[in-house]
């Protein structure tokens, strides 16, 4: 008997209707003898509208509390799947994170799956039940707190428990038929990938592909566990994402230069101005910016003006962020000595990424090219072995990712499918 993982996003699961629908998908699943574990998100916007909720009552809601609202959301739908299950005749039980054994740190809104103790998991499986797993959610282990994963993590839920259930393999039930050269919102030509290597999906999603958590495909890369993308409405060929190996044994050696472009509008740029040009200054900056437990993404230091002595530092960082940074730094304004600090979260970042680069000089320049011919301004500009970013303006950000996918010859003829969602 094959034990499968199957994890249903929001879009799948958004009325009373569609999680019959989905029940009927998994007792498909069941019927054909497998064991069976479903993780699940919370209903449509559910997610988006209990935050919207929490900020209506309090501007800045305490993280504990925020994430006892939200996990509420995956709690609905995975016991309202379990109904529809049992009306079905098929045997299920739903589990919170908590329940389930999923074990993290302490951090409210972005914990670490430390450990999952699948006890009670496995037993219910063993009677025989479709086993259902509230997704995005576990609990501390040092508060004992519950906690939430970040934005989009059930699909790590999944890939986490596909790992140490020893799964063969996890199925991502989403609203689009795959992983798209990209996001057919914006480019309804793009085309679908039928295989793509870890490595890969990990600077898509990192780059803003949200159609997979980043953190699930780097567990899955670690735990070498193949993730299968599919659409919930569709009974076509999904996406499998795999070792570079295993690819290799399919034969999909040749690779197209560039494999998809990304985009990201979830960033915003602070510009600190006037910075005296002193050595370890850019390194107190960022030491402020990490002692608020900040991560930055791109970095720029301009050629100091002789004159002054001066210089101006930009970085890229979560918009979530963007507030906690700025106090920080201006509360530290008489030690770092800028003349000013500008925040902008009107921008995006456009990404190229495929490990075709390693190997093709002139990728840089034809993304370049591209942006150019379509008037987009390029105001930042970084790079990894097989991925070029850029930051332009957000109003530029569809145009620049059409403009991309053209210029590398990823258009499709036909037009990519979108189930349902609302892009949110
Ligand atoms: P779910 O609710 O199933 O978790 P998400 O909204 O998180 O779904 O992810 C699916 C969405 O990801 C798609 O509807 C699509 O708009 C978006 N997306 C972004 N980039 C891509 C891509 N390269 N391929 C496919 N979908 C993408
Ligand atoms: N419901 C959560 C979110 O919207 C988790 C998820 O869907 O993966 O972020
Ligand atoms: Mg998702």
Redesign the pocket.
Known sequence: MAKIVQKY????VQDAESIKRVARRIARSRQGGNDVVVVI?AMGDTTDDLMDLALEVSPQPQPRELDMLLTTGERQSAALLAMALNDLGVRARSYTGSQAGVITTGRHGNARIIDITPGRIENSLSMGNVTIVAGFQGVSKSTKDITTLGR?A??TTAVALAGVLGAQYCEIF???D????????IVPSARQIPQISYEEMME?SACG???LHVRCVECARRENIPVHVRSSFSDNPGTWVLSHNDMVKQKQMEQAVIT?V?SDRGEAKITISGVPDQIGKAARVFDIVAASDINVDMIVQNISAISTGRTDISFTLPMSDGKKAVDALNAAKGELGFEDLLYDDQIGKVSVVGVGMRTHPGVTAKFFDALAVNKVNIDMISTSEIRISVVVEVTMVDKAVQAAHTAFGLDTEGEAT?YA?T?R
Do not use: E, I, Q, W
């Not at 996003?9 to 799948?12: D, E, L, R």
């Not at 795959?178 to 919102?185: H, I, K, M, Y």
């Open positions: 996003g929001g879009s799948s998100s989009g059930s699909d989403t609203d689009v795959g992983v798209f050269t990209a996001d057919p919102r898509m592909s949200k159609v998809g990304a979108v969602g892009g």
